[in-house]
T-cell receptor, first 108, second 115 residues
Framework: LAKTTQPISMDSYEGQEVNITCSHN???????ITWYQQFPSQGPRFIIQ???TKVTNEVASLFIPADRKSSTLSLPRVSLSDTAVYYC?????????FGKGTRLSVIA | DTEVTQTPKHLVMGMTNKKSLKCEQH?????MYWYKQKAKKPPELMFV???????INESVPSRFSPECPNSSLLNLHLHALQPEDSALYLC??????????????FGEGSWLTVV
C-alpha cells in the first residue's frame, strides 16, 4: 500500500519553476523523503532526499514543513528534457514503496 | 559513481524457457533489490537482499527465483513465466539496507517479453 499521494499530472512551460507536492500524512519518525525522476523505458533516477526543513542540490530543492506530513519538490527553470514521471517514496524501516507518481509535461 | 548495470536490456522468452536477468554494482553496496514495473505503473518491490541474504520476498510466485552469488551480483532466474509477467525488471542497490535514508540507486532495467 503506497504511503504517499501526489497529483497525477502537471503541465508547465519551459523556463518556469515547477513545484510538485507529495502528501505523506502517516510518515514515521524514521522515514526519509526521496524524490526520483523516471523517463520512459528507463530506471528511476535519484534527484534529492531529505528529512526536514530544506535541502538543495544542483538539480532541485526539497521543502519539508515542520510536521513532515508533506513535501514539495521544486525544479527551477524547467526544460523540455524535464518531462518525466516524478515519484516521492519514503525510506525508513521498510524498503521504498512507490506511489503513482506525477507525470510532468513541459511545453515549449 | 552510482552505477547499477543490468543485462540483457531486452529479453524475449517462451513460456517453457528458462532464462536469467543479471545485475551488477561495484559501489560496495550491501543491499540489492529487484523491482517489477508494468507500463504506466509505479515500480513494485519483489525481493531484497541484505548482506547477501534474502531479507524480503513480497509474495512473489516461485517461477521467479532470485540469487545473490556475492555482494556485487544479483540474478533473477525465470522459469515457466506467463505473458502477464512481461514488464520492465529493475535492479537497485543501496549502501546498507533500505532503511532510514539509505539512498537506493536503480539500473536502467531489463525489458522482458513472454510469448
Amino acid at each position: 500500500l503506497a504511503k504517499t499521494t501526489q497529483p497525477i499530472s502537471m503541465d508547465s512551460y519551459e523556463g518556469q519553476e515547477v513545484n510538485i507536492t507529495c502528501s505523506h500524512n502517516n510518515i514515521a519518525t524514521n522515514d526519509y523523503i526521496t524524490w526520483y525522476q523516471q523517463f520512459p523505458s528507463q530506471g528511476p533516477r535519484f534527484i534529492i532526499q531529505g528529512y526536514k526543513t530544506k535541502v538543495t542540490n544542483e538539480v532541485a530543492s526539497l521543502f519539508i514543513p515542520a510536521d513532515r506530513k508533506s513535501s514539495t519538490l521544486s525544479l527551477p527553470r524547467v526544460s523540455l528534457s524535464d518531462t518525466a514521471v516524478y515519484y516521492c517514496p519514503l525510506s525508513g524501516n521498510t524498503p521504498l514503496v512507490f506511489g503513482k507518481g506525477t507525470r510532468l509535461s513541459v511545453i515549449a | 559513481d552510482t552505477e547499477v548495470t543490468q543485462t540483457p536490456k531486452h529479453l524475449v522468452m517462451g513460456m517453457t524457457n528458462k532464462k536469467s536477468l543479471k545485475c551488477e554494482q561495484h559501489m560496495g553496496h550491501r543491499a540489492m533489490y529487484w523491482y517489477k514495473q508494468k507500463a504506466k505503473k509505479p515500480p513494485e518491490l519483489m525481493f531484497v537482499y541484505s548482506y547477501e541474504k534474502l531479507s524480503i520476498n513480497e509474495s512473489v510466485p516461485s517461477r521467479f527465483s532470485p540469487e545473490c552469488p556475492n555482494s556485487s551480483l544479483l540474478n533473477l532466474h525465470l522459469h515457466a513465466l506467463q505473458p502477464e509477467d512481461s514488464a520492465l525488471y529493475l535492479c537497485a542497490s543501496s549502501r546498507k539496507g533500505a532503511y532510514s535514508g539509505n539512498t537506493i540507486y536503480f539500473g536502467e532495467g531489463s525489458w522482458l517479453t513472454v510469448v
